[in-house]
């Protein structure tokens, strides 16, 4: 009965190759995010989606690129991976965007190492 | 640009003390706060949010936080510590209108608790 989950909980892969991160959430939310954990825990917004149009993109490379095939799928994939991507990449739901509905909650995460 | 300051990096309290972790805000218009807990290895956890109303905001586990506008704050507050509580703390920050949609966090505060 997990509310956000993603796959895998972790991934280790060279230098240049090309990967994706799935996320789902059984919450019946409108609204999902991607966000980048660094190695000194700050927290940063990536990507988020909502009803499957992108309404936050942040500054990162295109290499990364969100996908929503629905609703309940927000899918994070990385091109030709570099070392400064290694984090813990967190998924989040929320059941839309005004204060009332948008409290967020969180997948497990998925630690991604580059070498 | 809104911005969250947690000015302590770690905070260290006994068993059966009162905890305090500091939290303080800019944003423009009214803010919407947050805090979140993240315990290792797992994602970031809901603890409580302030929209409006009382400023005083109850939330899970026993925590409580309580928005102060004159001093843009909104800091995290226990009557009893447990060892359980031990953890990483986030602060977060998002601004009124219907285009605030991004979360800012801040960097989190390590809350030890000692036996």
């Known amino acids: 009965d997990t509310a956000v989950s993603q796959t895998p909980k972790y991934l280790v892969t060279q230098m240049g190759n090309d990967k994706s991160i799935k996320c789902e959430q059984n919450l019946g939310h409108d609204t999902m995010y991607w966000y980048k954990q660094d190695s000194k825990k700050f927290l940063k917004i990536m990507f988020s989606?909502?009803?499957?149009?992108?309404?936050i993109n942040e500054t990162v490379p295109n290499r990364f690129s969100p996908k929503s095939p629905d609703k309940a799928h927000l899918n994070l994939h990385i091109n030709s991976l570099e070392l400064g991507d290694s984090a813990v990449y967190f998924c989040a739901s929320s059941q839309g965007l005004r204060p009332s509905t948008d409290t967020q909650y969180f997948g497990p995460g998925t630690r991604l190492t580059v070498l | 640009a809104q911005s969250v300051a947690q000015p302590e990096d770690q905070v260290n309290v006994a068993e059966g003390n009162p905890l305090t972790v500091k939290c303080t805000y800019s944003v423009s218009g009214n803010p919407y706060l947050f805090w979140y807990v993240q315990y290792p290895n797992r994602g970031l956890q809901f603890l409580l949010k302030y929209i409006t109303g009382d400023n005083l905001v109850k939330g899970s586990y026993g925590f409580e936080a309580e928005f102060n506008k004159s001093q843009t704050s909104f800091h995290l507050k226990k009557p009893s510590a447990l060892v359980s509580d031990s953890a990483l703390y986030f602060c977060a920050v998002r601004g009124p209108g219907a285009g605030s949609y991004q979360l800012t966090f801040g960097k989190g505060t390590k809350l030890s608790v000692i036996p």
């Open positions: 989606y909502n009803n499957k149009e992108l309404i």
